[in-house]
């Protein structure tokens, strides 16, 4: 396995809201499943809830921070609300960059 496809399957692309409940997260990979997986079973639109974790405090003003203040990294519904926030736009990006948004979200998780 190349190093650029360990990275796509097995790091964090981007974290979507859980449809109802507001302060659960879940994270994805590049191709739209759960980290370290490339089955469709673990597709994100039907993942179980189980898969979500609670980021406690992960609202908007935090969104837009770990963003960098990049709005096109951001999904809202349409109501506005912050649905998905993608932490980077090219497996080639600045990684010290990428890890530091890693951090800025994990700083949330409830423990």
Avoid: Q
């Avoid at 506005?80 to 960059?97: M, Q």
């Amino acid at each position: 396995m190349a190093l650029e496809t360990f990275f796509e399957i097995n790091l964090p692309y981007f974290v979507e809201r859980h449809k109802t409940k507001k302060d659960y997260w879940v994270c994805s990979n590049r191709e739209y499943r759960l980290i370290g997986t490339t089955n469709d079973v673990f597709r994100i639109s039907e993942i179980p809830d189980d898969y979500y974790v609670r980021y406690k405090g992960l609202d908007e003003k935090a969104i837009l921070k770990i963003a960098d203040g990049n709005h096109d990294s951001i999904r809202r519904n349409d109501e506005g609300e912050i649905t998905r926030f993608y932490l980077h736009n090219c497996i080639h990006e600045n990684f010290s960059g990428y890890l530091k948004r890693l951090e800025m979200l994990f700083k949330y998780k409830n423990r």
